[in-house]
């Protein structure tokens, strides 16, 4: 079987930062500030006027450095499905042509990095799973087809003007995320994705999913472990999504893993940056300098849909 490996992580972040105040002031929360505040959260960024979700995921690109003259295939995943065309709503409803509907991102960002011999793939209806959908069909493509060496998966989002920048109780950033699924041995070797819907909770509530979340994290993690013949104690480190950080004390205690072994150290500054929060973790792990070689990490990510993620890599 062929190794695979998650290499060259790089993120970005709208470049208005507001403080939880402004946020409030700005009318776009729905638990009080207090409340947010108590969860892990201090601030958190949106795109100004004018920005867009394609311009995240330019701006995570060159942040991850990545050769795009070396890219075989371009995964491109958004959580909001809107995100996925590049064109505005107010274009086709003046041409009423569908075309400005299919205006893909991927496309552009092929021509304008010059990733000439990629193919594009769009992924979006996994929500905030989404960034760990793509890394699993990267890996599955580097098993399949040996014609296939370099993949970028790439994810961002920007959430509509006047939206609420809350979602489940948890304070939203726009933001982007790219990195290399590669043969390269470097980074982190992929050992398993793994992936569960339930889609009888399409429309499922904050209150639902919160309800929901400890039971499927735990059914998906516990099979995870076990598709690759893994303990909770053989795992070193945990990467999770910038949700309220009593969330994974919970979860840490029903799965009997030491809380400490998490790193989120984002949470407060960032916030939950939709699908992007793995790889902006995994990516300040990394250059923490507190990770050895062939320790394991176990990262995870819920999302509307309802989808759960989960990927299991080796440093190396």
Known sequence: MTDSYLQQLGYSLGSECRS????EQAGVLLSTMQALKESG???HFVCSKGETAYQLACQALVDSQIDTAEIDCIIYAN??????????SEEFESSRDVKDLMVFPASKLQVEFGMDNAFVIGLTQQACTCMLGSIRIANNFLTAEDNINNILCISADNFPRNAYYEQAYNLISDGGAACLVSRKPRGFRILTVRHLTNGAQVSAS?????GSYFSYLHQLISATLQQINL????????????TNAKAWAILASLLGIDEQKAWFDSLAHVGHVISSDNIINLSRLDNSGKMKK?????????????NWQCMVVEKV
Not at 20 to 23: G, S
Not at 231 to 242: F, L
């Open 41 to 43: 959260f201090e601030q």
């Open 206 to 210: 904050d209150d639902e999913t919160v």
């Open 294 to 306: 062939g320790e394991l990490v176990l990262l995870f990510m819920a999302g509307f849909g309802s």
């Open 79 to 88: 959580c909001l499905p809107q995100n996925a065309n590049s064109h505005q």
């Open 20 to 23: 939880l105040k402004q946020a």
């Open 231 to 242: 303990a909770v104690t053989d795992i070193d480190w945990v990467v999770p999504q910038n």
